[in-house]
């Protein structure tokens, strides 16, 4: 069975730093686009950002552009999303995604596999 683990949530204060990764169990997924979601509390699931499978392109939500960088190296299968200048906004449970093509999306329905998530709180 295909997996995403995701790891490196937890609990910043506003102003602080947090890194997440993404693994992908297989290698037939190396190289497909990834990207990360969010989803607060009584909120909709929401695109943060996105990286084609060469990690050439990468695409962002406005909310975080410039504060949170994602990259990725196929040789460990794995996918990063560093997170910089967090604020309480940022709360919610991070979701890492695969889609089956190498060009990334940004819309939930783009995305076939998904990691169960990891809690990222920022206390003000």
């Known amino acids: 069975q295909v997996q995403l683990v995701e790891s490196g949530g937890g609990l910043v204060q506003a102003g602080g730093s947090l890194r997440l990764s993404c693994t992908v169990s297989?290698?037939?997924?190396?190289?497909?686009?990834r990207g990360w979601f969010r989803q607060a509390p009584g909120k909709e699931r929401e695109f943060v950002a996105a990286?084609?499978?060469?990690?050439?392109?990468?695409y962002y939500a406005d909310s975080v552009k410039g504060r949170f960088t994602i990259s990725r190296d196929n040789a460990k299968n794995t996918v990063y999303l560093q997170m910089n200048s967090l604020n309480p906004e940022d709360t919610a449970v991070y979701y890492c995604?695969?889609?089956?093509?190498?060009?990334?999306?940004?819309?939930?329905?783009?995305?076939?596999?998904w990691g169960q998530g990891t809690q990222v709180t920022v206390s003000s």
């Open positions: 995604a695969a889609e089956r093509s190498i060009v990334a999306h940004t819309a939930v329905a783009d995305y076939d596999l």
């Open positions: 297989t290698r037939a997924r190396t190289i497909t686009a």
């Open positions: 990286i084609e499978g060469t990690g050439r392109t990468t």
